[in-house]
């Protein structure tokens, strides 16, 4: 009796490896299919614009949850939710281009935050004068990630090239969805 059970099994296993890459278990949804992270975020600035903006994107990496918490395809790098021009106040929209590229180790708390290149890093929130806000002597940003993918990043203090301040909050939920 044992015997007939045996072979679907097999076939099963047979067709997993068959197929290419393998997904950890807790990266398959219930019918085995993988996991897509989606973001819920809520970005909120005072300074030059100050505001509300809250949106829906995929994980950078198009991974699972947990997957996104532990960085881009460079394990070195986490990339903070960008805005994709969905984050808007008062018809202005919102971008950030913030990658966490010095000392990331995966999920955890990052008190201090600092950059390899601070010029790469950037907060567009007024599309008027089309000048990036960036980290600048004295401004400070911090990062939490849970293993769970979701997060939070702080910034302070960031000028633009006009002597601007913009500080502001980001946080976002991570869910799983079957795709």
């Known amino acids: 009796m044992r015997a007939p059970l045996a072979i679907p099994v097999c076939v099963a296993c047979l067709l997993a490896c068959a197929c290419g890459e393998s997904q950890p ?3 398959l949804g219930s019918a085995g299919q ?6 819920h975020v809520t970005l909120t600035v005072s300074g030059a614009v100050s505001g509300t903006a809250t949106y829906t ?6 991974s699972s949850c947990s997957q996104y918490a ?14 994709d021009n969905k984050a808007t106040i008062d018809g202005q929209v919102l971008q950030i281009g913030v990658v966490a590229d010095t000392g990331w180790h995966g999920p955890g708390g990052y008190p201090n935050l600092t950059f390899s290149d601070p010029e790469d890093m950037t907060v567009i929130v007024d599309q008027s004068s089309n000048e990036p806000f960036q980290p600048t002597p004295g ?8 293993t769970k993918g979701s997060g939070t990043f702080t910034f302070t203090n960031w000028q633009d090239a006009g002597q601007r301040s913009e500080s502001g909050t980001e946080s976002w939920t991570c869910q799983n969805f079957t795709g």
């Open 34 to 39: 993988l996991q897509v992270a989606q973001l």
């Open 25 to 27: 278990p807790s990266e």
């Open 70 to 83: 532990q960085g881009t395809t460079d394990p070195t790098q986490f990339d903070i939710p960008e805005g």
């Open 57 to 62: 994107t995929s994980a950078s990496n198009g």
């Open 139 to 146: 401004a400070t940003q911090s990062l939490t990630v849970s």
